[in-house]
């Protein structure tokens, strides 16, 4: 519709001059509050902002504080903006450094030619366009005494003060400290000897040495013995005051211009020895350690009786050049198995393994599934009437290349790879399957202990596999037994007794087996859940003529039945040792003189 001149002109004329007035000043006051608030909101956010971005520098100038790298800004005036507290440190800054001209008496070394670090970084200013210029491995001098490598980075930046300024960030990374933590790194943390990262770096060069001047060296490898159990009775702080005044020692010998040591792991140490004339000149070396090992170290007054087991390969009696270590590890494995302080010195004719160890731990995982592996049972008897009551499963090996393999030889390579948790799990099922069927066909009810190590215990899933198979086959607990060793079950007296107390709760039977051949105390043994104690086979060889063995064996019996634990005798090879395990009250006998260990098929005819 159209709206004329003359119209407008009626409308407006109808408006009153108050209501004119009272419109406009409406507007005013919208248009003034919509002015505040906004200046309001954008102030809030304003201050938001700015508390944002010094919370911000804040924590980058916290971050810049605690780093090892040193950072400083500068000026186009050459006047400090900012500097880290590493930087402050440095170069040795007064407190009010801050706007006022850089001024340092450090110098850095750059091509050879010393300059003041203020020169340096004026002659070297950046663009913000150019990329960060490194000067990497430059040395500093802070005095006349103290230098130091560092890696210098030039860098510039646009900063609003309040005008935009093109200013210099200098970060100087400080290389001593990552020099010392490498240093750090081959040295062993409680002894300070070179460890074994050292002796890979430095064996070549003895390696060569010896190879181009055709002497002969020896690497000397010792353990202290039964560190583990010492610790366990001494405490932590006596067990390494040992370890620290044997390393001490050690580096004394170190004097000599041919020996050098390290401190390889816990207990283990290293010697090289260079210019020997013979093998019995190693093997005297060592022997004069232990000597003096055996009365060096007192506690409250005592001396302790310390022995040390050593392993020795010499270059080029014991092979090639490139595996004397290696050489040396077995040599000390066979050192250690033959019992405290002995010596090994590996000569490749003794060392000739008749099976492949290496071929033998990648066979176990087939062996598994093709079924080379065979449970075997040993009769144990009632001594009162001879009656088999029981028996142990005993597990055998025959592999495809080397037929029967003794389980002497492939148990320990297993605890080595962790292979004998599997292999313990196949012989309890094994085991059971077996008392089920002999359930089922009306065999005689016997007890089978079953051997396991603490590598299965320490899964920490033993008891509750234990308890699963069991109902699984619908078994009664008391049909099996589990037999730990002696030695084995002292290494961690808390942690055995724990488990088998679990196991004793199932109702499964318990034997410490080997006995007699360790360290348990009769504290110990009051606490260990054990039904039955087996006196080891080598406490029972000579006890015919051996007077100090027949004491030994019936103490150990009379003491056994005072803690009302039963005794099986192991090792009884005739009738003579028969009669006489009767005569001292044995209650079980097991040994060739009854049965050698046996296939299933030819066991269950005891048993019917």
């Known amino acids: 519709m159209d709206i004329t001149l003359e119209k407008l002109q009626e409308i407006l004329v109808q408006i009153t001059q108050e209501e004119y007035v009272t419109v406009a000043t409406l507007v005013i006051v919208l248009i003034s509050i919509f002015f505040v608030l906004s200046t309001y909101f954008l102030s809030r956010q304003k201050k938001k902002l700015r508390v944002t971005l010094d919370n911000n520098l804040k924590v980058f100038q916290k971050a810049f504080d605690i780093s090892d790298d040193a950072v400083l800004i500068l000026s186009p005036k050459n006047n400090v903006m900012y500097a880290s507290n590493g930087m402050v440190r440095l170069l040795d800054l007064k407190s009010d450094f801050l706007s006022k001209s850089l001024k340092s008496t450090v110098q850095i070394k750059v091509k050879k030619e010393w300059?003041?670090?203020d020169q340096f970084i004026q002659e070297h200013r950046t663009s913000s366009k150019d990329k960060v210029l490194a000067y990497p491995h430059v040395t500093l001098k802070i005095s006349e005494e103290d230098e130091i490598p560092v890696n210098v980075y030039l860098d510039s930046i646009v900063m609003e003060m309040p005008k935009e300024m093109l200013c210099d960030v200098i970060?100087?990374?400080?290389?001593?400290?990552?020099?010392?933590?490498?240093a750090a790194d081959f040295k062993h943390p409680l002894t300070h000897l070179p460890n074994q990262l050292q002796v890979y770096n430095d064996l070549p060069a003895f390696l060569s040495k010896a190879h181009l001047e055709k002497n002969k060296l020896a690497l000397m490898l010792m353990s202290l013995d039964n560190l583990s159990r010492l610790r366990s009775i001494i405490g932590d702080e006596q067990t390494n005051d040992i370890l620290k005044k044997f390393a001490t020692y050690l580096e004394t010998l170190a004097k000599n211009v041919n020996v050098s040591v390290y401190h390889t792991f816990d207990n283990h140490f290293l010697l090289?020895?260079?210019?020997?004339?013979?093998i019995d000149e190693a093997k005297v070396f060592v022997e004069d350690i232990q000597k003096k090992l055996s009365t060096f170290y007192k506690m409250d007054g005592v001396h302790l009786h310390l022995t040390v087991s050593a392993g020795i390969a010499i270059y080029p009696d014991s092979g090639h050049i490139r595996l004397l270590l290696d050489h040396g590890y077995k040599a000390l494995a066979e050192a250690e198995k033959e019992g405290d302080n002995n010596i090994t010195i590996f000569l490749p004719e003794k060392f000739t393994a008749a099976y492949d160890e290496l071929r033998l731990h990648s066979d176990m995982p087939s062996a598994l599934s093709?079924?080379?592996f065979e449970v075997y049972y040993q009769p144990i008897v009632r001594a009162q009437d001879e009656e088999v009551v029981a028996a142990e499963a005993l597990i055998r090996w025959k592999h495809p290349q080397y037929g029967m393999i003794p389980p002497d030889v492939f148990i320990s390579l297993m605890e080595k790879t962790g292979f004998i948790v599997k292999l313990g799990q196949f012989i309890l099922?094994?085991?059971l399957k077996q008392q089920k069927r002999w359930e089922l066909f009306n065999f005689k009810n016997i007890e089978v202990s079953i051997n396991v190590s603490m590598i299965e215990i320490n899964t920490g899933e033993f008891v509750q596999h234990v308890e699963r198979k069991l109902a699984e086959h619908q078994l009664d607990p008391e049909c099996i037994k589990?037999?730990?060793t002696e030695g084995i079950a002292m290494l961690?007296?808390?942690?055995?007794?724990?488990y088998f107390l679990a196991l004793k709760k199932l109702g499964v039977g318990i034997s410490l087996d080997d006995f007699g051949t360790g360290y348990t105390s009769f504290g110990y043994l009051k606490k260990f859940p054990a039904d039955i104690l087996k006196i080891d086979k080598s406490l029972v060889d000579y006890i015919l003529t051996n007077e100090e063995d027949q004491r030994i064996v019936k103490a150990i019996i009379e003491l056994a039945h005072t803690l009302g634990m039963k005794i099986v005798v192991e090792g009884i090879e005739n009738k003579e040792m028969v009669d006489m395990m009767i005569s001292y009250g044995c209650d079980y006998m097991q040994g060739y003189h009854f049965s050698k260990p046996l296939p299933v098929f030819e066991f269950q005819k005891?048993?019917?």
């Open 272 to 278: 090289t020895v260079t210019n020997l004339n013979s």
């Open 606 to 608: 005891l048993i019917r």
């Open 492 to 498: 961690n007296e808390a942690q055995t007794v724990k």
């Open 115 to 117: 300059v003041g670090l």
């Open 370 to 372: 093709n079924g080379e």
């Open 482 to 484: 589990f037999e730990i």
């Open 171 to 182: 970060s100087i990374q400080d290389l001593s400290k990552a020099k010392e933590r490498s």
């Open 429 to 431: 099922d094994e085991v």
